[in-house]
Nanobody, 123 residues
Framework: QVRLVESGGGLVQAGGSLRLSCAAS????????MGWFRQAPGKEREFVAA????????DYADSVKGRFTISRDNAKNTVYLQMTSLKPEDTAVYYC????????????????WGQGTQVTVSS
């Protein structure tokens, strides 16, 4: 079992930055690829970024490339999402996800999810 807890959300003006954290507990965190997703009101959950468990490979949605950076600190059992140049359309609840065998952009295969943290970007 893996438990994920997100933090770091809040209200920020357009152009600002936030860093989200996802703290993991339970089984060996370092073996799990991790992903970030987001869901805006009335919309489906969408992929934001993912990071492999071992070689640091990352993947990003086109909408956040060049603005967001995913990273992980296995010693702290934490994955981060550094968000810069935020836009009002980035407003959503952000979720981290983990799965032992999957590190892609589809939400369905991820087995473990956090409760989400709200990010609101004002114009």
């Amino acid at each position: 079992q893996v438990r994920l807890v997100e933090s770091g959300g809040g209200l920020v003006q357009a152009g600002g930055s936030l860093r989200l954290s996802c703290a993991a507990s339970g089984r060996t965190f370092s073996s799990y690829p991790m992903g970030w997703f987001r869901q805006a009101p009335g919309k489906e959950r969408e992929f934001v970024a993912a990071i492999s468990w071992n070689d640091g490979n990352t993947d990003y949605a086109d909408s956040v490339k060049g603005r967001f950076t995913i990273s992980r600190d296995n010693a702290k059992n934490t994955v981060y999402l550094q968000m810069t140049s935020l836009k009002p359309e980035d407003t959503a609840v952000y979720y981290c996800a983990a799965d032992l065998y999957y590190a892609g952009s589809q939400a369905g295969p991820y087995h473990y999810w956090g409760q989400g943290t709200q990010v609101t970007v004002s114009s």
